[in-house]
């Protein structure tokens, strides 16, 4: 089954989805694309310097400020929360 334009917005039936899926599948699901995946992460053969050392970072936003600063806000926050959750 093709797809196209003059399809686009259009529903697929259970059947026709089958269809588009199994093609998909057929092109995608080859040994030569897992191959290939594998190679690119450096998972085999193995090669540590396919991912910098920087991707292991922890990032920026765990290093920013908490919105409440004053005691008895962050108190409040959690009142609310725990009110919520019962």
């Not at 089958?18 to 690119?40: G, M, P, T």
Request: charged share 15%; hydrophobic share 40%; net charge positive.
């Amino acid at each position: 089954m093709k797809l196209d334009q003059v399809n686009a917005g259009t529903k697929l039936t259970k059947s026709q989805f089958l269809q588009v899926l199994v093609s998909a599948w057929k092109h995608s699901a080859a040994v030569e694309n897992a191959v290939s995946r594998f190679c690119s992460t450096g998972l085999f053969p193995l090669n540590r310097s396919k991912i910098s050392s920087t991707a292991f970072l922890p990032s920026q936003t765990t290093e920013r400020q908490l919105p409440c600063t004053d005691q008895q806000e962050v108190v409040e926050a959690q009142n609310v929360v725990e009110a919520q959750n019962m």
